[in-house]
């Protein structure tokens, strides 16, 4: 059973356009919910975490909105740039285990 | 953000000889690490996650005999691949949590291997 599930698989955007990510969850002990960015070859790097008292989070272009309520998280990315074309994983957490999502493959285009 | 460092990024070897592969934590000290297998545009998939000085828990289906995790100090663990065919071939990423942000999981560069 998917414990995170997220949409959508794969995204195209213009370059300066929004890019936006949606994850879903039924667990409702996850307490810590991170965004990971990888590179082909390379391993996923943490891009920003919320924790589920916090309805938004924003770091430069990169904006987590959390809706408790709906257990549904998401990733913005504003003024999406050809550097954040990238495979994206949200993750959702309690205690030790870590549940990632299926990934979104994202292209951003000149 | 805290520093994972895993090595081999890549390795080839004939079928039938083991592989080790390294994953410290270099700033913090590691209380847990997980080890992941990921093929070609799918997701991680857990294949264990250790604990400094006592034995890894596998996942379903992972064989502890194949994939020899030890988890020898606070900033050490590594996965041997015994006995390794082509169907052990992948992308094998390690990851750690400890240090100031405790919830926080930091990952390594990943390791490709490739049994002939």
């Known amino acids: 059973q998917q414990q995170v599930k997220q949409s959508p698989q794969s995204l195209i955007v213009q370059k300066g356009g929004i890019s936006i990510i949606n994850c879903a969850y039924e667990n409702t002990a996850f307490d810590y919910f991170p965004w990971y960015q990888q590179f082909p070859g390379k391993g996923p790097a943490l891009l920003i975490a919320i924790r589920p008292d916090v309805s938004e989070k924003k770091e430069g272009r990169f904006t987590i909105s959390f809706n408790k309520s709906a257990k549904q998280f998401s990733l913005h990315i504003m003024d999406s740039q050809p550097g954040d074309s990238a495979t994206y994983f949200c993750a959702a957490s309690s205690g030790n285990q870590f549940y990632f999502g299926t990934g979104t493959s994202l292209t951003v285009i000149p | 953000g805290a520093v994972v460092s895993q090595h081999p990024s890549r390795v080839i070897c004939k079928s039938g000889t083991s592989v080790k592969i390294e994953c410290r934590s270099l700033d913090f000290q590691a209380t847990t690490m997980f080890w992941y297998r990921q093929f070609p545009k799918q997701s991680l998939m857990l294949m264990a996650t250790?604990?400094?000085?006592?034995?890894?828990?596998?996942e379903q289906g992972v064989e502890k005999d194949k994939f020899l995790i030890n988890h020898a100090s606070l900033t050490l663990s590594t996965l041997t691949v015994t006995s390794a065919h082509p169907e052990d071939s992948s992308f094998y990423i390690c990851s750690a949590r400890g240090g100031q942000g405790v919830e926080k999981l930091f990952f390594g560069s990943g390791t490709q291997l490739s049994v002939l």
């Open positions: 250790s604990n400094e000085g006592s034995k890894a828990t596998y």
